[in-house]
């Protein structure tokens, strides 16, 4: 083969493994008793296409066996001959899963291990041997070779077209290789061309659309023109047909399109506006474009900054100019970031299958269900969060939900009931998983954490207490259920979730359920910020965070114990933290009276943070101080200022922490 | 440790002595202005803070205090030195940078063995150039950045 088909494996297995997702979201959404037609096609959809796709490269006969195999029982189970249920999407299910181990395997260049295959080629073999008379020995026996397609998408089987397929201006190695693909989707033959180009006529019951995408994968979508001669009698060889749909059925050279394809044909053009509008960009070519609008963003400031100096009416056009400049660098921003966002369906997607599939593990019976699919979260920060999020809801799970009978025995609904959802709150995105479980055990946490020597107290509130489940080394297995767990580390969960700048709380009430609810930023990319100043030192403070700035009057203040100081705001007595004093920075404002306190909110708590001086708002770029460097306690990165310095961003949470860790 | 033969080394001072640090490390040199270096709270002593080097935000560290050198001073002559240590950047302020020189290998005998033990492990060699003494240094050693890859989990 003269050409070099790798760059288009990367295409194959990414549009594979988003068509085995598809596979798996419509198996798992398929009603049993009434199964839906529109998600039956889809699903065989996505298998034909991931063979069609494989067929072209001639190295994947594995996958395009199993995928084969798979696509024939899955048309029987789409014409209703063949009964869906849950053993059959059981055996589907675990089909996906080979197809993506095949994926996998191919991808990293090597050669999947044919025994799972095989193990379920005969589970397939297993359902279509039960169909009984409905089906034909033909059926049952599938063909071995990846030859042809067993219907048109349209479903309208046995319905041969006779296509004009003509190449132009190809080399003869892609046209080899072009035949080759074409012999196997029917009978070619070679009708003589104009020069420099090659005709063909194809005898198929393949569409052309889907013989066009195939060639795609050799030749660009302008080299290869496909024009429908004639569709003539379906061919008596088709299956399982015969007998319903009699050889003589006439289907003139020139017959009007039938209404079925008519609806076709208007399906195949919505599909393609949809593929259309959708290209497929690397994931780094985005981050780059991020990077580079931030620097830009930066540019704007420091002119910005530099032209606050200038005479507003000599420069008026260049003060103009950078107004509008602003305006449609943020638009531009905001768009750019906007590439990064993904709905959270994407995270949502994969969990029906781990509740299904632990649930039917512990015997428990459980329900599913997700809210909030459609919000909009940045990629990255989704894709550090579906595994803390699988954990929790493995927990709510195992530890969570009672057996059937003990639900029963409490009065509950015997099948438990998991929700998970996402929504916009206060500029964040918080993700909710709840269930309607035994509920954590307040005082079982705390003796194990006496137990345990954590400084703990009883008059530790709810969340605090609930809380001490993420502690290292914490089982939630002998504190919560008595049921031994697999005692995987909460910590982990909670770490990632800061990571990304999360953060968690927990309510619970005994037999009622327990909630976690995680509050995220919206993006780690950009945020909004305050600037403030402490001595001659400049931090950004999330503007989320701040709930008001005020200068303290002295009967605000007071002082508790020997340095501890308290601001008494509206029957509220908030600590005051020093910036000065966290980061030990000189010739800072002496006495508060002279600070501005700004009011921040983590999560449920509040307190006050004492500056010299409020700076201004911005947009600022937020750059990670690890890369270079490592982590620094209370701050969560840095950007750069208008003036080209550096500024720390403040972590409010951590500073806290900071804090009462005794600075 | 690896001693190519003819390797560059970018020679500077800090205090009376010359180091060198071999120049595939070196990514560039900057002017030292101590007002654009944002302090970071309970750094190390030699951690003098963080600089923007066109929209990446690197540690600078002062190469002086982890050599020992008393009577820090900054001058006209200080500069910034930018290192490259497997994608991890770092700047070093030294006092003044003098050459760029090819030192033949036979000019270079191994560090001498001393009860310094921190002093050997940073040390890759003693260069003679000219009647010069030149300590050659394995900066990596020097600032903390042995183990990278670990340390970048």
Redesign the interface.
């Given at each position: 083969m003269s050409i070099d088909l790798s760059e288009f494996q990367g295409a194959f297995f990414d549009e594979a493994d988003e068509l085995l997702h598809d596979m798996e979201q419509h198996l798992l959404g398929l009603d049993i008793d009434n199964p839906d037609p529109e998600a039956l096609n889809a699903i065989f959809r996505a298998a034909h296409s991931i063979k069609g796709g494989a067929a072209t490269f001639g190295t994947f006969q594995l996958l395009v066996q199993t995928t084969h195999r798979l696509e024939n029982v899955l048309d029987e189970v789409r014409n209703n001959r063949l009964q869906v249920t849950q053993q059959a999407v059981d055996v589907f299910l675990r089909g996906k899963d080979i197809l993506a181990d095949q994926l996998t395997a191919y991808r990293a260049g090597s050669s999947p291990d044919a025994e799972p295959a095989t193990e379920f080629l005969s589970h397939l073999d297993d359902m279509l041997g039960e169909t009984g008379p409905q089906s034909s020995p033909a059926a049952a026996q599938p063909a071995q070779e990846p030859a042809p397609a067993a219907g048109s998408e349209s479903g309208e089987k046995g319905a041969k077209r006779r296509l004009a397929v003509t190449f132009v201006g190809i080399s003869d190695a892609d046209h080899k290789v072009l035949l080759d693909e074409l012999s196997m989707m029917g009978e070619i033959t070679d009708v003589p061309g104009e020069s420099g180009t090659f005709a063909h006529e194809l005898l198929t019951d393949v569409d052309a659309e889907t013989i066009k995408s195939i060639c795609g994968f050799v030749i660009n979508d302008d080299q290869v023109v496909i024009a429908e001669l004639a569709q003539i009698a379906p061919a008596a060889t088709s299956i399982a047909e015969v007998n319903a749909q009699p050889a003589s059925q006439p289907t003139p050279a020139a017959a009007a399109p039938k209404p079925t394809e008519a609806a076709k044909a208007g399906k195949g053009k919505a599909s393609a506006a949809k593929d259309n509008s959708t290209i497929r960009v690397a994931t780094q070519r985005v981050d780059q474009l991020v990077?580079l609008v931030?620097?830009v963003v930066?540019d704007q400031a420091i002119l910005i900054q530099a032209c606050q100096e200038l005479d507003p009416i000599k420069h008026a056009t260049l003060l103009q100019g950078i107004e509008h400049m602003s305006s449609a660098l943020r638009t531009l921003q905001e768009n750019i970031m906007g590439l990064r966002m993904v709905p959270m369906e994407y995270a949502f997607g994969r969990y029906p299958r781990v509740v299904r599939e632990t649930a039917a593990k512990l015997n428990k019976k459980i329900e599913l269900h997700t809210s909030g699919g459609e919000t909009e979260l940045d990629k990255g920060l989704i894709e550090k969060l579906i595994d803390p999020l699988t954990h929790l809801i493995r927990n709510s799970l195992d530890h969570g939900i009672e057996l059937p009978e003990v639900r029963q025995a409490k009065g509950k609904n015997p099948v438990g009931r998991i929700e998970i959802g996402a929504y916009h709150e206060g500029g964040r995105i918080v993700v909710k998983v709840s269930d309607d479980g035994a509920g954590m055990n307040r005082e079982k946490i705390l003796a194990k954490a006496i137990e345990r020597g954590m400084p703990v107290s009883s008059s530790m509130s709810d969340n605090e207490v609930f809380l001490l489940v993420f502690a290292p080394g914490f089982s939630t297995a002998d504190v919560v259920t008595d049921v031994s767990g697999r005692g995987v580390g909460m910590d982990v969960v909670r770490r990632n979730i800061q990571e990304i700048g999360g953060q968690i709380q927990i309510s619970s009430t005994k037999d009622e359920g327990t909630t976690f609810r995680i509050s995220l930023p919206l993006t780690l990319a950009i945020m909004d910020g305050m600037s403030i100043q402490a001595g001659k030192?400049?931090f950004v403070m999330p503007l989320n965070h701040i709930v008001e700035c005020l200068q303290p009057a002295t009967e605000q203040l007071h002082s508790l114990g020997q340095s501890a100081m308290v601001l008494h705001l509206r029957g509220e007595h908030l600590p005051i933290l020093k910036l000065a004093t966290?980061?030990?920075?000189e010739n800072a404002a002496q006495t508060l009276e002279q600070s501005i306190l700004i009011v921040v909110q983590v999560g449920q708590e509040r307190y006050a943070l004492a500056v010299d001086q409020l700076l201004g708002q911005h947009q600022v770029v937020v750059?990670?101080?690890e890369?270079?460097?490592e982590r620094?306690?209370?701050v969560s990165g840095?950007t750069?200022l208008g003036d080209?310095?550096?500024?720390?961003i403040l972590d409010p949470a951590t500073l806290f922490d900071t804090y009462q860790a005794g600075c | 440790m690896e001693q190519q033969t003819n390797q560059e080394w970018l020679i500077f001072k800090c205090g009376q002595q010359e180091y060198g640090i071999e120049i595939l490390h070196v990514q560039e040199l900057r002017g030292y202005e101590p007002e654009l270096v944002t302090k970071v709270a309970k750094a190390a002593p030699h951690v003098q803070g963080l600089i923007n080097l066109r929209g990446q935000i690197i540690p600078v560290i002062d190469l002086r205090i982890l050599l020992s050198i008393e009577n820090i001073e900054v001058s006209e002559t200080t500069v910034i030195v930018i290192l490259n240590l497997n994608e991890r950047m770092v700047g070093l302020v030294v006092d003044s940078v003098s050459d760029v020189l090819v030192i033949e290998a036979e000019n270079i005998q191994a560090a001498p063995k001393t009860h310094d033990m921190a002093q050997a492990r940073s040390l890759l060699g003693l260069a003679t150039f000219e009647s010069r003494l030149i300590q050659l240094l394995d900066i990596a050693n020097v600032i903390g950045e042995e183990t990278p890859e670990v340390e970048a989990e």
């Open positions: 990077n931030g620097e930066i030192e400049r966290l980061f030990d920075i750059k990670s101080l890369t270079h460097y620094v306690a209370g840095a750069i080209g310095s550096v500024a720390l | -």
